[in-house]
Nanobody, 126 residues
Framework: QVDVMESGGGLVQPGGSLRLSCAVS????????VAWFRQAPGKDRQGVSC????????TYRDSVRGRFTISRDNAKNTVELQLNNVETGDTAVYYC???????????????????WGPGTQVTVSS
């Protein structure tokens, strides 16, 4: 049984910050790529960021690069997503996903991921 749970979402003003956390049970996150996706109402799900099991550097979509930072905490078996300088366009449900099938390489395609959390809402509004 693999369980994925996001936390940290909420209401934040434009320019503010949030820190999302992805906690996983049933496997060690340090062995697998972990990604954050998001989906706004009426829009397609889009990949936000990914961190691989063997590389500290993260992958980011262009619209968040320089504002968001993904990190891995192996001791807590969590992956964090720091959202800085948020914009109204960042409003979405944010999902954490874990890739377990090989090849275990970081990517931002939703079809590659096996385990998903229920999501956490991020709302950016004045």
């Amino acid at each position: 049984q693999v369980d994925v749970m996001e936390s940290g979402g909420g209401l934040v003003q434009p320019g503010g910050s949030l820190r999302l956390s992805c906690a996983v049970s049933g496997l060690s996150l340090e062995r697998y790529p972990v990604a954050w996706f998001r989906q706004a109402p009426g829009k397609d799900r889009q990949g936000v960021s990914c961190v691989s099991s063997h590389e500290a550097l993260g992958t980011y979509r262009d619209s968040v690069r320089g504002r968001f930072t993904i990190s891995r905490d192996n001791a807590k078996n969590t992956v964090e997503l720091q959202l800085n300088n948020v914009e109204t366009g960042d409003t979405a449900v944010y999902y954490c996903a874990v890739l377990s099938a090989t090849p275990r390489q970081c990517m931002l395609s939703e079809y590659a991921y096996d385990y998903w959390g229920p999501g956490t809402q991020v709302t950016v509004s004045s």
